[in-house]
């Protein structure tokens, strides 16, 4: 075994043998400090400024009489505001993720699961799962929550975009009713009012050619999407057995 | 080779969960990082990675029924899922290119029109993912050498004991015994450490993390001891 790997062993902690009612209250205890929001608190922007403090202080202080211990002081204190400082980043990544998802799942399909060949990375670098599950470092992490907020923002207005369209489309069909002759043949897909299926819209004369020739217009909504296979029934699931 | 980490006594994991050791960088970073692990005596007759027997398939044929594609794409905002993307990002992961376990089986769902029939174990570790949002792993236990837990792999290291154990980058998370990597967190397990057709005594390992309740974790492994215990 790589002496690194030892070293890595030294510090880990070993969970007690789980038997009986003090595994239990070990598992129990880890839950209830598991069902915490993780999020940036005061103390950890205290940690943070006082990190930004000590590093900045810390070559004013070099050549003084207490250099070395003041040193070894400040870089115990730039670890912990590092640590601080990355789970602070990754408190933010985790917003932005829940953020993007909330968004996707609200407008799927109309904005895509995952971002466009080449858009999702172009903020920052290297692809972040070329880099496999690694403990990330500052930077790493700065830029995957950079490249989070881009895409963040490209959906926000992607979605504002989307509502604006059903919006618009919301107002034609509003027109539609009221004036068809004023709109015909116009078709207005269902789904450019987000509604889900494949129903149009569609001003169409009353009576074909006499209405036509009558100028008498009216508003129909198509029936559902058409059967791929016809009526008779699909293998499924349920025809497995 | 070494026993495992310091102070932990070798022994066989027993059948109730036990929580796996972090190392102290993880611990730090990571620190509501989890893994719970257990061991199975496997009672029943047919073959590990054989064909699955009847109700293991009817309960695939049920949960095909009730997982539909509006699930499949809600299924990011999930709580347990939701955590497991979020734990994805915080680990230089990209969920919507290494999928989490989870969308990876909604996915193929999706995919193939339903949970396929495959292989028994496979297909008890999937029942138990699709249950509880919690993946379970399984290593042969003779292959294991002490109390499972995560760390970063050193220098020089590879996945696994076995001669055609692929080299690992240094620092990429592992899971692993006392000496050696057994699988990459979240990713693939070592060759020579996957319970085989015969392979009778299993260790199943969950990993849950930040925002999971421990009892999803527990649970996975009852519902994969369960099925595999039954005669």
Redesign the interface.
């Known amino acids: ?6 070293a ?12 009986g009612a003090a ?1 239990r209250r ?3 205890e ?2 209830c ?3 915490e929001e ?1 999020r940036v608190t005061q103390s950890d922007q205290l940690i943070l400024d006082r990190g930004a403090q000590t590093g900045e202080a810390a070559p004013a202080r070099q050549g003084g009489s207490a250099g070395a211990s003041s040193a070894a002081l400040g870089g115990a204190g730039d670890a912990r505001g590092e ?1 601080a400082a ?1 789970r602070t980043l ?1 408190a933010q ?2 917003r932005l ?2 953020q993007l ?2 968004i ?2 609200e407008r ?1 399909p109309y904005i895509p ?3 466009a060949e080449g858009h ?1 990375f172009e903020a920052g670098g290297e ?3 070329c ?6 470092g500052l930077d ?2 700065e830029r ?1 929550r950079d490249r ?1 907020a881009g895409r963040l923002q490209e959906l926000r207005r992607l979605a504002a975009e989307r509502d604006e369209h059903e919006r618009s489309a919301h107002e034609l069909l509003r027109l539609m009713k009221l004036e068809p002759g004023r709109f015909r043949d116009v078709r207005l897909p269902v789904s450019d009012l987000g509604q889900g299926g494949c129903g149009v819209w569609h001003v169409r004369p009353r009576l074909g050619l006499i209405g036509m020739l009558a100028g008498w217009w009216q508003l129909k909504l198509s029936s559902g999407c058409p059967l791929p296979m016809g009526s008779s029934p699909r293998g ?3 025809s ?2 | 080779m070494s026993a495992g980490p310091p102070g932990a006594p070798r022994q066989r994991p027993g059948p109730e969960p036990r929580l796996g050791w972090l190392a102290q960088d993880v611990e730090q970073e990571l620190p509501e990082l989890r893994l719970l692990s257990c061991g199975v005596q496997v009672r029943r007759p047919e073959s590990l990675t054989g064909p699955c027997p009847r109700d293991v398939r009817a309960r695939l044929h049920g949960l095909s029924n009730q997982f539909r594609g509006a699930r499949a794409i809600g299924i990011r905002r999930e709580p347990v899922p939701a955590a497991y993307r979020v734990f994805f990002r915080q680990i230089g992961l990209d969920p919507d290119v290494v999928r989490t376990p989870i969308e990876e089986a909604a996915r193929e769902r999706m995919l193939r029109g339903g949970f396929l029939p495959g292989e028994l174990l496979e297909d008890v570790l999937l029942i138990a993912l699709l249950d509880t949002g919690i993946p379970v792993w399984a290593l042969a236990t003779e292959t294991v050498d002490g109390p499972l837990g995560i760390r970063s792999s050193a220098e020089g290291e590879r996945l696994g004991r076995s001669e055609d154990a692929p080299a690992l980058p240094a620092g990429r998370l592992v899971v692993a015994d006392g000496s050696t990597p057994l699988a990459v967190l979240f990713g693939e397990l070592a060759p020579g450490h996957r319970p085989l057709a015969g392979t009778r005594e299993l260790t199943l390992f969950a990993i849950a993390v930040a925002g999971v309740p421990g009892l999803y974790a527990e649970e996975a492994l009852w519902a994969c001891q369960t099925a595999l215990e039954q005669p």
């Open positions: 075994m790589p002496d690194s790997a030892r890595a062993l030294t510090g880990a902690r070993l969970a007690p043998v789980s038997s595994a070990a598992l129990l880890s839950r400090a598991n069902t993780t640590r990355r990754r990544v985790g993720e829940r998802s909330a996707v799942a799927f699961a995952s971002g999702a692809e972040p799962s880099l496999g599950p690694s403990l990330l790493q992490l995957t989070l499924g699931p349920d497995w057995s």
